[in-house]
């Protein structure tokens, strides 16, 4: 009997790590303390710093009020005399870093997300990006980057970055129409979004992206086709298109318009009818969830098979070196991950002790290293390649897994290694979840991750 879409989505919508990571944060051995943190922060400056530099994650967690939907670490706060403080913290927790590095460290990109990076204003981001860029050498080709919300991303906001640096800005739409828009709290004009991205555009940003989510209250198919004809007037350079992850007993806001979202093969096709779109607009897929442009650099690094994955989602820059400032941001130093204290009062005040807000870690193995190796190429290239000794140990269990989805057409694979084909896309989280020997060496019922589909 022959399997099909309706089926397979059936079968495999089951809760799936979005694998920015393996492995993935609530299997992390926590086996790391701050001086062996800080060991193996040098270690990896010293063996991939001169040449690759390092990408700086800082966390900006606050935000005016709350959208229902969203599963981001934040602060809801109307109150901006917040700014100052969290400022300084940051300030000193790098401070900290610079004196485990160079006096002037390689920087290949800044990322800001939050919350809301622009709930701060431009003063206060000049202060702090201005101390950061005063101690560090600026590479060549560095990728400066931030998370824009389109009601309070000003003209100002835009200008003081773009004289930072930044030259990639993303903004969170979700959906344009009214009513699933109240219905996840996050409320924004078209004309607001116009606005935001045609200055964006005036000042010199090359690139602008939107966030998009499938699966949200209220959603169907004439929603996502006008939500799709107003993308398409603006023509952001890149496009994610996110399914929405419904975890309410983590975010107990979403209980809100629980009745209201639609079932899983509705669900299923308003992703397939966006592709479908976005494909007709002129873009790509670059990968899990992600579309671009074909002059896009994002786009350009798929096509060299030089694109990267890691906590901040698709990238194209190469350094293995990932530091996360402010509260729950992450870092990964190719050795080791940590993750800083989620609770922002409390990361301030360990700040202020002078120690780093490491709240928990993981230190590599070498077969995590060659798992996550594998897993991040079949996420950026849908290929990869495995020795006879990695096969052998997945068992017989994940092999019969592998043959069957070799069988329903999703992948080929041999002793040397794997390709995800067309029809296997839409489950490349499932496919991952073959080589997950952690996740699998532990009871599932311990994690809470979105389903898959």
Known sequence: MTTTAADLIKKYNVPAPRYTSYPTVPLWSNDLNESGWINLVKKAYDDFGGKEGITLYIHLPYCESLCTYCGCNKRITKNHAVETPYIQSIIKEWSAYLKVLDAKPKLAGIHLGGGTPTFFSPESLRELLSFILDRAVVMEGAEFSFEGHPNNTTREHLQTLFELGFRRVSYGIQDFNMEVQKAIHRIQPFERVKEATEVAREIGYESVNFDLIYGLPHQNLETIQDTFEKVSFLKPDRIAFYSYAHLPSAFPAQKSFEAFLPNESEKRFLYEKGKEVLKNMGYFEVGMDHFALSNDHLYIAKKGKTLHRNFM?????????????????????????????????????????????????????????????????????????????????????????????????????????????????????????????????????????????
């Open 313 to 453: 989602g698709y990238t194209t820059s190469p350094s293995k070196i990932l530091i996360g400032l402010g509260n729950s941001s992450i870092s990964d130093v190719y050795y080791a991950y940590a993750q800083n204290t989620k609770e922002v009062d409390l990361f301030k005040e360990q700040i202020s002790l002078g120690h780093l807000a490491i709240s928990r870690g993981h230190i590599m193995t070498e077969e995590d290293i060659f798992t996550r190796n594998l897993i991040l190429e079949l996420i950026c290239n849908q290929e990869a390649k495995w020795d006879f000794c990695f096969y052998s140990k997945l068992g017989k269990g994940n092999w019969n897994k592998l043959k069957q989805f070799q069988n329903e057409g999703l992948i080929t694979f041999d002793s040397q290694g794997i390709k995800v084909n067309q029809k296997g896309l839409p489950f490349i989280r499932n496919i991952c979840m073959v080589f997950d020997l952690r996740m699998q060496n532990k009871e599932a019922g311990q994690f809470s991750f979105s389903r898959s589909i």
